[in-house]
């Protein structure tokens, strides 16, 4: 089991950036990491995922050249870098780990998740 902590969620402006931690403790070992969000009404979003061993990334076409998954394996610690916000961003974000090498956009291989952290974008 893989405990998560999310942190860095602030209120920000159109066209400002922002950077997204989340600290892992536990087996973390080989787990994959997601970024998921979730907007007031909607559903949950898959973000951005990073492998374990290769890093590999995968992002949603809706954020594709705006955000930036990085993993620090020797902190145990994920980020996402969030360039450009707008309004569409605005959500409640989530990391969650994968026990599988491999990230993934479906949140139902993600068996561990973080509490979640507030990124309102407003004007």
């Known amino acids: 089991q893989v405990q998560l902590v999310e942190s860095g969620g602030a209120l920000v402006r159109p066209g400002d950036s922002l950077t997204l931690s989340c600290a892992a403790s536990g087996h973390t070992a080989g787990y994959a990491t997601g970024w998921f969000r979730q907007a007031p009404g909607k559903g949950r979003e898959f973000v951005a995922s990073?492998?374990?061993?290769?890093?590999?990334?995968y992002y949603a076409t809706s954020v594709q050249g705006r955000f930036t998954i990085s993993r620090d394996n020797a902190k145990n610690t994920v980020y996402l870098q969030m360039y450009s916000l707008n309004s569409g961003d605005s959500a409640v974000y989530y990391c969650?780990?994968?026990?599988?090498?491999?990230?993934?956009?479906?949140?139902?291989?993600?068996?561990?998740w973080g509490q979640g952290t507030q990124v309102p974008v407003a004007s």
């Open positions: 990073i492998g374990w061993s290769d890093s590999r990334t």
């Open positions: 969650a780990a994968d026990s599988h090498d491999s990230g993934s956009d479906a949140s139902a291989e993600y068996g561990d």
